[in-house]
């Protein structure tokens, strides 16, 4: 569908491509070709000495360029790839106008097979900055981009890879890593406190979450949900069911316990107060036997079926993950959502 | 025609019997004591008391159909009874899966035993149908249909003809009071409850939000106005509580109506019906009934709502009088061992 060996040719020779990411559409040259980095500055019309994220193809090539030790790498090797930007300490060895005054980079490996692809094949970082000028909103079609630009500025650009509209996503969350406090620079489509808890401010935001715990997991699935009542269990179930390819609504199974939809079951255990009712309504057997499963209220199981679940299902007797989510309440907009 | 009808898709263990649309017997084991203690439906309670109630309900409603005591020492009394049935109904979904099994084992049990024809019965279509009873119908006509499980609005163009318009897009108008009531530490159901403290209350005491604002859709959710009471009461003292109880009820209340009437009176902008109908357990609520009567006086037309309580909770004598339709349009169960419960039927 790309043609990943033209996009490569005009990198090569210092050239400019405008390419749809998982967020935004981007503007990438070659981060290491001072002249296409020159190029890209005089574009973006960037300050220069504001760092340039870029694009890598995994926690190897970024070593090359940045410090990342052992101990990060296994910490964000479960965001990572995704949406997120990571500023780490720069190795010095990309181009003037990359790395920012303090000597830091930003690192993204994004959820993006063509990203990811091209850098492998290309073997070496391209930019990740958003397709606009400095201070302007990033855009999700190529002609409303366009339409921003000078004749000039048009005559600029090498190549354009037009994919249509994307998605409205946010840009990448910029997390600060360089610190054991980890600090959000910017806010992206998911916020992280740390790298187990999402930050939510809307329903949205948690429909987000729940989208991306999902990719992040595509086998048979368990959700174990716990949490007081309106911190969006119900609303993280929704988007899971709708991610598993349901296209009817899903309302509230409170009353029923369970709703069966077909791939996809979701469970509400909220009335349950009797574990006999658990082995009665033979429960367990219902979600061992579906591939994706949000059961809300977990917390009612108790720990002798919770137990069972995990043998069940966690590896390596078992054929799926269970994983336990916590939603808890901040505040009236806020939401903070645990793995 | 005879029909013999049993319910059981959550927690009450109902049968009726009817004469064409006309109801001999309606009888609803409640089993509400039961379930008080839990603060819900609780599944393995209702099955097992549905288990254990069914036979004397079934036999109960099947009382008027009783030979005379003088006559009965010949003919054994039961059998003689179930040969003047036509046919038998039952609610297929959709419903706590275990409960509906209950009334579907019986169901099968009977037709088999006696012969009988049998019909599958939608629960949400006989509750559309709940309102049916004593009234001429002009169609189209819109219900809005609202009770723990279900809250829809209902476009019915003819017997059997339907359309979901709107419907809830999280919990249930009933669930939404049941939940409430259960925070403010009242019993189970909420409803009813809620109702008799909302009577003398302050319904502008708490402000709360309007849901689901955008005209545009017809649709209900219950869930953010759910969020919302509980954080606002959340950390207050008992006692402050226990002053305003009343208070909070009415607030709740009036938003939980205010929603469901507002939604159902854009329904009648857009579909403009011939008739207006109003079912399910919530009906029970007389200030709902009030504002229902109110809203379809002001846009002129006829609203019919099951004419006794019993009609709109979970009945059989509804389930009954669709299967009249539907065994008059030929609409039998064709293979009877086969028929199984659905828990998730869809109109």
Redesign the interface.
């Known amino acids: 569908m790309f043609d990943i060996k033209k996009i490569i040719d005009v990198l090569k020779n210092g050239g400019l491509v405008v390419m749809p990411s998982d967020t935004v559409y981007g503007l990438c040259v070659d981060a290491t070709n001072p002249k296409a980095v020159d190029k890209i500055l005089a574009f973006k019309e960037r300050w220069p000495g504001k760092a340039i994220s870029v694009f890598v193809e995994d926690f190897e090539m970024a070593k090359e360029y940045a410090v990342i030790n052992k101990e990060s790498e296994t910490i964000y090797s479960s965001l990572i790839p995704g949406p997120f930007t990571l500023i780490v300490e720069g190795k010095h060895k990309l181009s003037k106008g990359i790395e920012a005054e303090d000597g830091s980079v930003g690192i993204r490996i994004p959820d993006n097979k063509l990203i990811l692809e091209l850098t492998k094949k290309y073997g070496k970082p391209i930019t990740a900055t958003s397709a606009n000028l400095s201070g302007r909103k990033p855009h999700y079609s190529v002609e409303s981009f366009l339409k921003t630009l000078s004749k000039k500025k048009k005559e600029m650009i090498d190549l354009i890879v037009d994919v249509g509209k994307l998605p409205k996503n946010k840009p990448s969350t910029v997390i600060d890593i360089r610190e054991p406090e980890i600090k959000v620079l910017r806010r992206g489509e998911l916020i992280t406190k740390n790298v187990k808890t999402f930050i939510s401010k809307s329903e949205r935001e948690t429909q987000k979450i729940a989208e991306y715990v999902f990719e992040k997991n595509k086998k048979p699935i368990i959700f174990g949900l716990s949490g ?3 911190t969006g269990k ?1 609303i993280f179930s ?1 988007e899971i069911g709708k991610l598993a390819g349901v296209k009817e ?1 899903i ?2 199974p ?4 369970y ?3 077909g791939k996809f079951l979701h469970m509400d255990l ?5 574990q ?2 658990i082995d ?2 033979e429960l367990i057997k219902i979600i061992s036997e579906k591939e994706i499963v949000c059961i809300e209220w977990i917390e009612k199981l108790g720990k002798d079926y919770l137990a069972k679940l995990n043998k069940i299902f966690n590896p390596p007797a078992g054929r799926a993950g269970l994983k336990l989510i916590t939603f808890n ?1 901040i505040d ?1 907009k806020t939401r903070e959502i645990k793995l | 025609m005879k029909i013999l009808a049993i319910e059981t898709s959550c927690d009450d263990t109902c049968s009726a019997l009817l004469d064409d649309k006309k109801i001999i017997s309606n009888v609803i084991s409640s089993q509400i004591n039961l379930h008080k203690k839990w603060g819900g439906v609780v599944p393995d309670i209702a099955k097992r008391a549905h288990k254990k109630r069914i036979d004397a309900v079934v036999e109960r409603a099947m009382k008027p159909l009783e030979i005379p005591l003088r006559q009965r020492r010949l003919p054994p009394l039961t059998k003689g009874g179930f040969n003047a049935i036509d046919v038998i109904a039952v609610t297929q979904g959709p419903g706590l899966a275990v409960a509906l099994g209950v009334g579907i084992d019986k169901a099968k049990e009977l037709a088999n035993k006696y012969n009988k024809k049998l019909v599958a019965v939608n629960h949400i279509e006989g509750h559309i149908m709940s309102s049916f009873f004593n009234h001429e119908i002009k169609f189209p006509a819109l219900c809005l249909t609202a009770s723990g499980g279900h809250t829809k609005i209902i476009l019915i163009r003819d017997f059997g003809k339907y359309e979901i318009v709107g419907e809830t897009l999280d919990d249930a108008a009933g669930e939404a009071l049941d939940k409430a009531a259960k925070m403010l530490g009242l019993g189970y159901p909420g409803g009813p409850i809620i109702e008799r403290l909302a009577k003398t209350g302050n319904e502008k005491f708490l402000e709360l939000p309007k849901v689901l604002r955008d005209n545009k859709i017809l649709d209900f959710s219950y869930s953010g106005l759910k969020t919302s009471f509980y954080y606002k009461i959340k950390d207050l003292p008992k006692e402050e509580i226990a002053k305003h109880i009343r208070d909070y009820a009415a607030s709740y209340q009036n938003a939980v109506f205010e929603h469901l009437i507002r939604k159902f009176k854009l329904a009648v902008e857009k579909y403009k019906p011939k008739m207006l109908m109003a079912t399910g357990g919530v009906m029970c609520n007389l200030e709902l009934r009030k504002r229902l009567r109110k809203m379809a006086k002001e846009l002129d037309l006829e609203i019919i709502m099951p004419y006794k309580k019993e009609l709109n909770t979970d009945n059989a004598a509804m389930i009954g009088l669709v299967a009249y339709y539907k065994a008059m349009r030929g609409e039998f169960v064709k293979n009877i061992d086969k028929l199984d419960r659905e828990a998730r039927m869809g109109l």
Do not use: F, H, P, R
Not at chain 1, 254 to 257: A, D
């Open positions: 007081d009542l309106g119900t929704q609504k309302t509230s409170t009353y029923v316990i709703n069966d939809y909220y009335k349950i107060n009797n006999n009712e009665e309504l309440y009236e």
